[in-house]
T-cell receptor
Framework: AQSVTQLDSQVPVFEEAPVELRCNYS??????LFWYVQYPNQGLQLLLK??????LVKGINGFEAEFNKSQTSFHLRKPSVHISDTAEYFC????????????FGKGTMLLVSP | DVKVTQSSRYLVKRTGEKVFLECVQD?????MFWYRQDPGLGLRLIYF???????EKGDIPEGYSVSREKKERFSLILESASTNQTSMYLC????????????FGPGTRLTVL
């Protein structure tokens, strides 16, 4: 079984500041990793995903994430946030073989203020 | 663009009522999912379906059932709603494969009084 830990339930930042949202996972098998974003009153949408290859993955809206296998982490970063980035962010994993389903973390609420 | 629609954005029901939540996707996806989202708990999988008339239990199936009679439609049924089923319900779909992005509907906020 897999588990995902998002260490921060809320991250408050000022506009134009950098931000890092942390995600650690536990799995006995290799996994694919995802970050989803949920804007207020909307469903989730994919921000980025790591399947293989380069450990630095770029996503939409200027976000990027780095896969670190030794630390079992997949932290999300943005060098300069905007008010419009205020949303809830979910990290998720799925085994890369066999048939399984996504396991989501509990989410991190990013609060960007002027 | 993939579109996943859910029949209601907000729903208020009484304890003991039978509740149907409908989800429709327009991209011929094989897989469909029902999640429940609660503050501090993230998303938890209730049921999923990988083909018409096929269903699999997720992590929290108790108190729920599902129906998939057509490929594009996946229904979540609360046989006898209870107050602890007050929650946000999210439907999603994707192609068959672990690498495939899940596409989510806007959610149905269900309140059971």
């Amino acid at each position: 079984a897999q588990s995902v830990t998002q260490l921060d339930s809320q991250v408050p930042v000022f506009e134009e500041a950098p931000v890092e949202l942390r995600c650690n996972y536990s799995s006995s098998v290799s996994v694919y990793l995802f970050w989803y974003v949920q804007y207020p009153n909307q469903g989730l949408q994919l921000l980025l995903k790591y399947l293989s290859g380069s450990t630095l993955v770029k996503g939409i809206n200027g976000f990027e994430a780095e896969f670190n296998k030794s630390q079992t982490s997949f932290h999300l970063r943005k060098p300069s946030v905007h008010i419009s980035d205020t949303a809830e962010y979910f990290c998720a994993v799925i085994p890369n073989s066999g048939y399984s389903t996504l396991t989501f973390g509990k989410g991190t609420m990013l609060l960007v203020s002027p | 663009d993939v579109k996943v629609t859910q029949s209601s954005r907000y729903l208020v029901k009484r304890t003991g009522e039978k509740v149907f939540l409908e989800c429709v996707q327009d991209m011929d996806h094989e897989n469909m999912f029902w999640y429940r989202q609660d503050p501090g708990l993230g998303l938890r999988l209730i049921y999923f379906s990988y083909d018409v008339k096929m269903k699999e239990k997720g992590d929290i199936p108790e108190g729920y059932s599902v129906s998939r009679e057509k490929k594009e439609r996946f229904s979540l049924i609360l046989e006898s709603a209870s107050t602890n089923q007050t929650s946000m319900y999210l439907c999603a779909s994707n192609l068959l494969g672990a690498t495939d992005t899940q596409y989510f509907g806007p959610g149905t906020r269900l309140t059971v009084l």
